[in-house]
């Protein structure tokens, strides 16, 4: 009989590998592949350790969630416009009861008793409280503490097992391989740079996408409903004759039309100032209902306001008035007065409009993400010191949103998360529309090396860098557009394109491109086939399967196109700090569009009919609803970007809004 000897290295070789298995019907249901050098890991936790345990459960139907918005938003469904109410959707997406049961029977055969057990009011997440080596028990893991050189502490462990059963009902465990700062916002804040939208040069701001371009201007002289100069500045009489707009007259107290901002607000003087311009109609002192959001004030003194929030407003009531605006501010000052890429955006917002928003778990994130959004109380002297609010406000039917940052900057479980949301907000009833931003195909300077090709993705910055939100396939995203030189809003425009503002940061142009998270949706996936086979640019392209820049690409050919539409953005009139500014960004094209959507349902709501909700299905259903726009483009990365032509493309979408035309699709549909 012959016998194998196994040397004492091979025998504790086998050990480790034994010991590095999952037990028994168990398997590794998270493990982080990658630590950032910036993560230091110390010492193994103490034994006794006491630590705050959520487990997220998966949520149901997730998998089925786009369907059920093309339900309503499809203009061929029989169940178009039967929007849910919040109830239904939380009732739809709640993980299951199957889920809860299975997790707390385990738990509870594990030792962790139920009495201990809480379970969350949106039915997310279990929570309790065990010591370290409970969880290590439980999990078949070690945690250890670790430091961020800047970021603060946190505790984590590199991987962790669920029995086989079990895993299908939890999205993540936390603490876990998740690294996280728990110190609040303090350290985070102290080295931000102030934040608007895209370009608040007005103020010498930087960071977020959507903003205005500013050119100090004398008052013009002429007759404000003069048609003649609107290839100089367009006035709300320009943008009614370029779009056949009439006069509004409707003002339903349901549908008053949102705003979203953060940083300074509007001045009301400012606001005044406008009305006695070009809005005559509108009494002096006419200004949005407050939903004030996380310490938010509102409104700014002259010298400290926002030109994203004035110009936002001027536009808005010029076109929709005596209808009503809602503004909601987000944030108190510390907040909002600095930025740095990398810092969330939308959360605290999302969280006042939808209180299982703050709780909510999916993407292996639940709530707001610690290190990224800000943190309440805010114990700064000044700081907001309430709780984070949570469902105390109700969206509005339009929301308008003017800021943005680049996908590059932030987790796509972060974005993914959002995105999700908005879809809800979708199934309710709500069009959110957005700007795409005013770099064309690159990303805001800053956000890149200060080299040539600054803005630009990639080891040789030549990857085009596309904007979120604007990527997300559940909001309207908007292009610019502009009046050339001598032509008239008889002629067709072009796409947005003005090289004077580089003395200020880069050249400004529409916003486009293709996404790197989100695939092309079903809706859009005809135009989007259409461009890219009759106009394609002849760049190199990668997939959404593969790494960025694969195989030199610099653009991702199979993931979502934007923007979706457009609307002139440049040569604006507005009033800033009491003074008259020649303004331009997306950030006025997308309350101009979101403007004209608002009016369209007080049409239907005055026919008996619900409002439009999310409208990207029916505006791509129904081309011939827009003027299309075949000129001009949105370079960027050392090339001349896309090129607006027949059809949609990633510079102006469908191109700008035919109202009458546009009207005429909605009212026709249920």
Sequence with gaps: MHFT???????????????ALPPPGHSIHEKREVTSSRWVKRDRLPSDARLPIRIGLSQSNLDQAHKYLMDV?????????KHWTQEEVIAKFAPSKEAVEATREWLVKSGISGHRISHSDNRGWLAFDATTKEMEDLLDTEFHAYDHETQGSTVGCDEYSLPNHVRRHVDFVSPGIKLAPSGGSAKRNA?????????????????????ASYSVSPIPNSNTTDLSTCDKIITPECIRALYDVPPANLSDPSNSMGIFETGAAYAQKDMD?????????????????HNLIDGATAPSVPRQASGEADLDFQLAYSLIYPQGTTLFQADDQYVTSAFTYGNGLFN???DAIDGTYCNYTAFNITGDSSGIDPTYPDERPGGYNGTLQCGVFQPTNVISISYGVQEHDLPAAYQRRQCTEFLKLGLQGVTVVVASGDDGVEGRLGDESKGANRGCLGPEHKVYNPTYPATCPYLTTVGATMVFPNKTVNDPESAAYDDDLRKWSQLFSSGGGFSNIYPIPDYQAPAVATYLNNWNPGYPTYGLSQSMGANGGIYNNQGRGFPDVAAVGNNIASFVGTNFFNNGG?????PIFASLINLINEERIAAGKNPVGFVNPTLYANPQAMNDITNGTNPGCNTTGFAAVEGWDPVTGLGTPNYPKLLSVFMGLN
């Design 73 to 81: 938003s499809d203009p061929k469904s029989k169940n178009y416009a």
């Design 273 to 289: 100032l406008f009305y006695s311009r070009y809005a005559p109609q509108i009494p002096n002192g006419t200004h949005p209902k």
């Design 348 to 350: 605290t917002f999302l």
């Design 586 to 590: 997306t950030s006025a094209s997308a």
């Design 191 to 211: 080295k931000r740079n102030e934040k608007r939208g895209v370009r608040q040069n007005l103020r010498k701001d930087t960071g977020r996408k959507g903003s």
């Design 5 to 19: 000897t196994l040397s004492v290295a091979a025998l504790g070789a086998l050990a480790q590998i034994s010991s």
